[in-house]
């Protein structure tokens, strides 16, 4: 069965560090990959998507992702974080087709202090 | 801007109530879920539906049903409710593809007691 890990499950940072949050599928195939954030309160929204060509993809608010196929990860950067990011953010993937059916990862939450 | 609603932000049940929440979207999309999000657990299907009167299970579905009798809405129902369905519940849809994002609501925040 396919599915999604998210290796950082809190994650705390001051602000203007560096954010690299880990993703890791399990599947063989062509996949579609997504990055959601959950700000306080808010919907879950997103950040970013990569279902072809340019492996680096750039998102909202200053979030890239870069999609490694060899080693199956879809790792979520930022140069320099703000208190704004504190939020959680998922990781997920579908393996294409009319469905649309996602697998998210277990989520990381992320504590940005001033 | 798509719009995806949900009918309760929050609400409290007693065990063995039946349960349901309703979810409607503008955007004329073909797929809609239900996912239950539980902490260090993330979102977990429920069930989705990629067409009026057809629905397919997820990965947890038992213990609730759901119902789409028009292509805006999407119910989902507890048939009697229990203390392990307290759970936030949101709702997406999307467009019948693979490459596009899933438009989430609000939540139903359900608290069984």
């Known amino acids: 069965a396919q599915s999604v890990s998210q290796h950082n499950h809190h994650v705390i940072l001051s602000e203007a560090a560096s954010l690299e949050l880990g993703c890791n599928y399990s599947y063989g195939g062509t996949v579609n990959l997504f990055w959601y954030v959950q700000y306080p309160g808010q919907h879950l929204q997103l950040l970013l998507k990569y279902f072809s060509g340019d492996p680096l993809v750039k998102g909202i608010k200053g979030f890239e992702a870069e999609f490694i196929k060899s080693k199956f990860s879809f790792n979520l950067r930022k140069p320099s974080v703000q208190w704004s990011d504190t939020a959680e953010y998922f990781c997920a993937v579908n393996t294409g087709g009319a469905t649309n059916k996602l697998i998210f990862g277990t989520g990381t939450l992320l504590a940005v202090q001033p | 801007d798509v719009k995806v609603t949900q009918s309760s932000r929050y609400l409290v049940k007693r065990t063995g109530e039946k349960v349901f929440l309703e979810c409607v979207q503008d955007m004329d999309h073909e797929n809609m879920f239900w996912y239950r999000q539980d902490p260090g657990l993330g979102l977990r299907l429920i069930y989705f539906s990629y067409d009026v009167k057809m629905k397919e299970k997820g990965d947890i579905p038992e213990g609730y049903s759901v119902s789409r009798e028009k292509k805006e809405r999407f119910s989902l129902i507890l048939e009697s409710a229990s203390t392990n369905q307290t759970s936030m519940y949101l709702c997406?849809?999307?467009?019948?593809?693979?490459?596009?994002?899933?438009?989430f609501g609000p939540g139903t925040r359900l608290t069984v007691t």
């Open positions: 997406a849809s999307s467009l019948r593809d693979g490459i596009y994002e899933q438009y």
